[in-house]
């Protein structure tokens, strides 16, 4: 068993956590340990059965009492737990507003990156986290419901396929850590990538929300930023909303409040250098 | 910003919409300031015609709505 601290939340890993026990210490630097500590959440990896064990093994992850994905082989492990613990969240945690996007932080001001899969969110949060910016969170913008600042999480980027050989040049810092990639998952080959080290984590404070960028990455695409109306970008933050529809009228509130405040911008690109200028100028 | 036992309802910055949420529901409405200017046009609401609505500050325009009975179409 293992206890990993994210900053915000505290997970309880239980079964065998071996095989990915090495890249969770370096994903989560003095952030884990194996003595018993109170934990938000629960998290329990299974065996499916004997005879899978013997023939083709399988474990299932037991979280909070249910079993929301379909089991996997155990060296798809390391993907699944980091899945596990955004389940967590944003299936439990109604305390705070939830946003699905990722975010960047510099000069005390957030940029909120909602967008789909393959819009490059995870890319761009990673590659800026790495070159200056601080990385919140790269799975969903936690915001207090009073005060509408947005709060960091401990936790790595999560990569996907062409990405991970895009963003592994920048992985240089001592405070850097590539995972290992896993490949042929449901989503493709996935590796995580750690921007910070725990102490610089622990030095972030809340930031104000200056800017939301809804991105789309092309190859085939020039460069193209545009504001867009402030009513379409309410309406598509409320879209990326988890816990939008259960935590009511505060969280219409604070979001009319950062929709007012901050630039909201619809951004087609190809070229990381291109958008990096941009954003530099939505944060001084 | 405008707030009744019902409904909370605010112009957005842009004056892009009014958006109101719905304290009975939970549901929220995004009207687009052009749709209720097309409603005034249409005659919709007798008392006021799209012109002298424009020129109303924000809450002047959402308490114009209310006396008319607007915002009851979103309940």
């Known amino acids: 068993m293992i206890s990993l601290n994210s900053g915000q ?70 993907p699944s737990i980091e899945w596990a613990m955004n389940w967590c969240v944003s299936a439990y945690d109604h305390t705070k507003l939830l946003i699905h996007c990722s975010v960047a932080v510099n000069n005390g001001k957030a940029i909120l990156f909602p967008g789909k899969s393959g819009s490059g969110k995870s890319t761009l949060s990673a590659y800026l986290g790495l070159n200056g910016w601080h990385l919140y969170s790269d799975e969903m913008a936690i915001i207090n419901l009073d005060t509408g600042y947005v709060e960091a ?72 930023a545009y504001e867009i109306d402030k009513s379409i970008g309410l309406a598509k933050v409320i879209s990326n909303g988890f816990n939008y529809s259960v935590t009511g009228e505060a969280a219409f509130s604070i979001l009319v409040s950062i929709v007012n405040q901050a630039t909201i911008l619809e951004v087609s690109y ?5 958008i990096k200028e941009l954003i530099a100028e939505l944060v001084l | 910003m405008q707030t009744t036992d019902t409904f909370l309802i605010h112009r957005l910055a842009d004056k892009s919409a009014f958006v109101v949420f719905n304290r009975l529901n939970w549901c929220t409405y995004i009207i687009s300031f052009n749709q209720v ?39």
């Open chain 2, 37 to 75: 200017i097309e409603n005034l046009n249409e005659g919709i609401i007798k008392s006021i015609s799209s012109k002298d609505f424009i020129v109303l500050t924000a809450k002047e325009q959402i308490d114009t709505l209310f006396k008319a009975d607007y915002w009851d179409t979103f309940k």
């Open chain 1, 9 to 78: 939340y505290t997970y309880r890993i239980r079964g065998d956590i071996e095989s990915v026990e090495e890249q969770l210490t370096r994903l989560y630097p003095d952030s884990l340990n194996h003595e018993f500590a109170v934990a938000d959440f629960d998290i329990e990896i299974q065996q499916t059965s004997l005879l899978r064990t013997l023939l083709r093994p399988q474990v299932t992850l037991n979280i909070e009492g249910h079993k929301p994905f379909n089991p996997i082989h155990p060296s798809k492990l390391l």
């Open chain 1, 270 to 274: 190809s070229e990381m250098a291109d």
């Open chain 1, 153 to 224: 999480v401990f936790r790595p980027a999560s990569l996907k396929n062409e990405s991970i050989e895009i963003i592994k040049p920048f992985v240089q810092a001592s405070e850097h850590y590539m995972s290992c990639t896993t490949k042929g998952t449901h989503k493709g080959d996935i590796a995580h990538v750690r921007t910070m080290s725990k102490d610089v984590y622990d030095t972030l404070e809340p930031c104000k929300i200056a800017a939301v960028l809804f991105l789309n990455f092309d190859k085939k695409q020039r460069f193209n």
